[in-house]
């Protein structure tokens, strides 16, 4: 029996649906267009200035309320899935000491923008798009960073690079 037309369309429609609602949720644009507004324009600048870590939470400092329940009391008007990618892009900005906007903010701007115009994923790693260096090699001698921060930067750039689907940029 050949497929209708209609038929083909149909299931077309709802591949394509399929495929939108799995989609990952951007962090940066989440909090840009959703907290940015009203906070500091940057989540790295907002963990900085707004939130410290209490036991295993974010807490803002001014309320002390775990950042957590705040936004699920309808802050920032975020869905479920929203609130869960805004806190692990929080917590790992926390966890990682800001080390990229102590070190590396001076010269490059933001992570986000460096990783999209200037690197790419080869073999599993960050390399330089235009100067095919391998960015953990760069490191060694770049940003007076130390061997232990080595890694804190390169997870930082591969989180840029490839997003919670897996799917690299």
Known sequence: MKPTIAAMFGFAVMLGASIGHA??????????????TCHVPHAGEFVGQSVMVDGLELIGKS???????????????????EIDT????LE????SGQLFIRKCTICHGRAVV???????MKDGEPWGRYTGR??????????RLTQDEIPIIMGAFVRQLVPADGVEN
């Open 23 to 36: 989609q990952q949720i951007d962090p940066h644009a989440l909090y840009e267009s959703k907290c940015g």
């Open 63 to 81: 309320t002390q309320i775990p950042v957590r329940a705040f936004l699920q009391t309808g802050h920032g008007r975020l869905s479920d899935s």
């Open 86 to 89: 805004m806190m692990n892009h």
């Open 92 to 95: 790992t900005i926390q966890d």
């Open 114 to 120: 460096l990783s999209e115009l200037n690197l790419i």
């Open 134 to 143: 391998k960015i953990e090699d760069f490191l060694q001698d770049h940003g």
